[in-house]
C-alpha cells in the first residue's frame, strides 16, 4: 500500500506561482524503476496529465504547461512537488499526485492517457486562478 498525502494549493491571480507538495509512504526501493506524476481536472473533462518523473530523475511535461511548472523529487523526505510559475485561468483545476507508474520515455505517451497507468492516488487539491 502506498500513501499520498497532497498539500499546498490555493486560489492566486494570473502570473502569480504555487507549489503543491505530495508526500509518498513508500520505501525508495519500491520507487525504483517507477514514476509519479501530477494530473489535474476540471469538472465535466477528462483527466489531464500534466508531469511526471522516475526514480532516475528523468522528467516528462505536456506542451500546456512546459516552461512554466517544474516537477522535482526529494527522496530524504519522500516529496514529489510540483512548482507552477507564471499560472493562468485555463491553470484552474483540481490537482491530483499519482504514484508507482512507468518509467522513462513512454512518460510523454502515459501522460495522455488519463492517469490509467498509475496504482495510488492522492487526495486531490484545488487551484484556482483569477483574470
Known amino acids: 500500500q502506498v500513501d499520498l498525502v497532497q498539500s499546498g494549493g490555493g486560489s492566486v491571480e494570473i502570473g502569480e506561482s504555487l507549489t503543491l507538495s505530495c508526500r509518498f509512504s513508500?520505501?525508495?526501493?519500491?520507487?525504483?524503476?517507477?514514476?509519479m506524476a501530477w494530473f489535474r481536472q476540471v469538472p465535466g473533462k477528462d483527466r489531464e496529465g500534466i508531469a511526471a518523473?522516475?526514480?532516475?530523475?528523468?522528467?516528462a511535461y505536456v506542451n500546456a504547461v512546459k516552461g512554466r511548472f517544474t516537477i522535482s523529487q526529494d527522496f530524504v523526505e519522500n516529496i514529489v512537488y510540483l512548482q507552477m510559475n507564471n499560472l493562468k485561468p485555463e491553470d484552474t483545476a483540481m490537482y491530483y499526485c499519482?504514484?508507482?507508474?512507468?518509467?522513462?520515455?513512454?512518460?510523454?505517451?502515459?501522460?495522455?492517457?488519463?492517469?490509467?497507468?498509475?496504482?495510488?492516488w492522492g487526495q486531490g487539491t484545488q487551484v484556482t486562478v483569477s483574470s
Open positions: 499519482a504514484a508507482v507508474g512507468p518509467a522513462g520515455p513512454v512518460m510523454d505517451w502515459v501522460l495522455t492517457q488519463n492517469g490509467r497507468d498509475y496504482r495510488y
Open positions: 513508500m520505501h525508495t526501493n519500491f520507487f525504483s524503476g517507477h514514476s
Open positions: 518523473i522516475d526514480s532516475d530523475g528523468k522528467t
